[in-house]
């Protein structure tokens, strides 16, 4: 008996005398592999196998590469397309990656096609690189953004250092000479800004969703249903999607932002509390806010101006600048980015003082 082995696709033979269906001894299809088995005298010199591979193992580190028909990558769980094999390869070729280096849902993810070669590609920079493997590692949760987005560190770490210089100014401004007496209430506005910048960077950031086992809250079925940023890359999102997606984001915005300026207010009213009871003489800067109404109205704002900001902000990231600096050097791009991201946030800084006046949260001249 000679014994033919090919990858798992559509397999036709030819030879002199075709062989008959009973001349197989046996075909068996098993983990992407299709056996055949011809009697020797079928096996003549001269005879030709044409195989039509449709997938299959797709080679690469270990054999690891695609366990599937193909696919195209677009999550219909048939395996990775042959581009985007090739385009993981390479760059583990380039950068010394390996297969065992991938997270495993993200490697499982990519075998069934649910996710794409560029998600991988993305994941692999961000752990070679340690500070942002780190980041990956405390805050496990923001592995969607960053399969989606290589950058996305970069990006908290722009809106982190704007919102925290920008915020020590106006204190700073503010305080004059009484900085230091009142760092207690600088450093609780501080926290609440770092807190809130990385909510505003965080949720409307495009993402990659990871299929999930079992059953799942509305929370999380909406998150995976619904895009986070409306100007994704995704032909199979619709119209639709897109708006509802707009207002789920502002609606997580909303309760991030009441959140946090809800416990703001409260710690600032405490010890502004406090320092009245220890210090008779203390006078403070503002007097004691209603938490709920100030809160309110933040979150408010978060959800309407922030979030159509920031969605055309990632809309820009996403389909132009690629455009005008994908041939540049990485530093073009992440310069484009802090420069947007700069003129974004004075933006919104002059807008919420615009709010915040007309709504009495602010004093005019304030």
Not at 73 to 99: H, I, N, W, Y
Not at 132 to 154: C, E, G, Q, Y
Not at 246 to 261: H, N, S
């Amino acid at each position: 008996m000679t014994s033919l082995c090919f990858s798992h696709g559509a397999v036709a033979l030819a030879a002199g005398v075709r062989p008959s269906i009973s001349s197989f001894s046996s075909a068996r299809k098993a983990r992407g592999r299709v056996s055949v088995r011809l009697s020797s005298e079928e096996a003549m010199e001269g005879a030709q196998v044409e195989v039509e591979v449709g997938g299959g193992d797709g080679g690469g580190a270990d054999g690891n590469f695609g366990n599937g028909s193909g696919g195209d990558g677009s999550g219909d769980g048939e395996g990775p397309s042959r581009s985007d094999r090739e385009m993981v390869m390479r760059f583990m070729e380039s950068s010394g990656a390996t297969v065992e280096q991938v997270d495993p849902k993200v490697w499982s993810a990519f075998q069934t096609g649910n996710i794409s070669g560029l998600a991988v590609v993305n994941y692999l920079k961000c752990i070679l690189n340690p500070a942002k493997k780190l980041f990956l590692r405390l805050l496990p949760f923001t592995l969607s953004r960053v399969l989606a987005d290589n950058l996305f560190i970069f990006k908290v770490g722009v809106e982190e250092g704007l919102g925290i210089f920008g915020k020590l100014s106006a204190e700073a401004e503010q305080r004059r000479g009484s900085f230091f007496k009142e760092i207690d209430f600088v450093l609780c506005n501080l926290l609440t800004a770092f807190l809130v910048d990385f909510g505003l960077v965080y949720l409307p950031a495009p993402s990659v969703k990871l299929r999930g086992e079992g059953a799942e809250s509305w929370i999380k079925m909406m998150n995976r249903v619904l895009p986070s940023s409306i100007f994704v890359k995704d032909p199979a999102v619709t119209m639709a999607q897109r708006f509802q997606g707009y207002f789920w984001t502002g609606a997580k915005l909303f309760g991030v932002g009441f959140a946090c300026c809800f416990t703001s207010a409260v710690l600032t009213n405490l010890i502004i509390f406090s320092r009245a009871k220890l210090d008779p003489s203390f006078t403070p800067e503002n007097s004691m806010q209603n938490p709920f109404s100030v809160s309110a109205m933040y979150a408010t704002f978060l959800a309407l101006s922030s979030n159509t900001r920031y969605q055309i902000v990632n809309g820009i990231e996403q389909h132009f600048l690629p455009v005008l600096f994908g041939r540049l050097p990485p530093i073009a791009t992440e310069a484009a980015t802090l420069g947007l991201r700069f003129g974004n946030t004075f933006w919104g800084s002059q807008q919420w003082v615009i709010f915040a006046t007309l709504t009495g949260v602010q004093k005019s001249g304030h």
